[in-house]
């Protein structure tokens, strides 16, 4: 056996020593600040790349979960506002929507059929879910009602449970309000959803055919009240600012221009 000669054992000592030191700081390869070797080897990334990618992951199953939950059709998911046409849509109507601040009162999108009333509510629910991370809950009203009326077959209790979850939602868009249901539905339904939130503070974006008020209903539309009842109008009214959306070239928006000349005379 070789016999420990001072030389060997001053190497030994410098080994021990190398060992007990950390290994030098690398380059993070994402941002190629230094960090501690141990660290990235353990992490693959510097310690703020790090805590940047997890508040990333948590930020997209947040918002995946939103969306699964939100009854938003797939489509809203590539839909802004850059997207709407003005030959189809009315700019101004485009524009009050565009501008419209997330606030407890909501909008009464009405006009007729395909003048865009649905894809400006499917605009506003898409920023305030991406943009800024709000519940928002997309309710199709005829839909709903047709599968209401369903379940006291099959005892699903989806609908039910997407009427309770209405009542709370950040933000709630009514989809055709008052199409293929009348007062009993707006009186049962509508209206304990409505009102509470109201008393929530909560918006909600209506699209409708039906004229807001009797004081500005057109030839040819039916009025909320006439169809829902006096007690939903009112607190539609009362919760909503209402837009009137139609397409430039539509006759009955110039109807109605000339109806409201009339009435400043
Ligand atoms: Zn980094």
């Keep these: 056996m070789k016999a420990l000669t001072t030389e060997s054992a001053g190497s030994l000592a410098a080994s021990w020593l190398r060992a007990l030191q950390p290994p030098p700081d690398v380059p993070c390869p994402r941002c190629r ?32 979960a939103l969306w699964r939950n939100s009854g938003l059709p797939p489509v809203a998911g590539r839909l802004g506002f850059v997207d709407m046409d003005p030959a189809r849509t009315d700019p101004k109507a485009i524009r009050a929507c565009r501008d419209w601040q ?49 379940s ?37 339904e509508i209206l304990p959803m409505v009102s509470a939130r109201l008393d929530q503070g909560l918006p909600t974006i209506y699209t409708s055919n039906l004229s807001w008020s009797q004081k500005n209903a057109v030839p040819g539309f039916e009025t909320l009240e006439d169809r829902l009842g006096p007690r939903v109008a009112q607190r539609v009214i009362a919760s909503s600012t209402a837009i009137w959306v139609t397409g430039q070239s539509n006759w009955i928006f110039r109807q109605m221009a000339s109806v409201r000349k009339e009435d400043k005379r």
């Excluded at 600040?33 to 948590?58: N, P, Q, S, V």
């Excluded at 709000?134 to 009203?141: G, M, P, Q, S, Y």
Aim: positive net charge; hydrophobic residues 40%.
């Design 102 to 150: 997330y606030r407890q009162r909501g909008l009464y999108l009405w006009g007729p059929t395909g003048a865009g009333k649905t894809r400006l509510a499917l605009c506003l629910a898409r920023r305030e879910l991406m943009e800024n991370q709000r519940r928002v809950l997309f309710i199709c009203l005829p839909q709903l009602f047709q599968d209401l009326k369903q």
């Design 33 to 64: 600040r230094l960090e501690a070797a141990g660290f990235i080897e353990h992490f693959g990334m510097c310690e703020r790349c790090w805590k940047g990618a997890r508040d990333e992951t948590a930020r997209q199953e947040n918002l995946a």
């Design 152 to 188: 006291f077959h099959t005892a699903d209790p989806g609908p039910r449970r997407l009427l309770r979850a209405a009542r709370s939602a950040r933000l709630l868009v009514l989809d055709d309000i008052g199409v293929g249901h009348g007062r009993d539905f707006g009186e049962s």
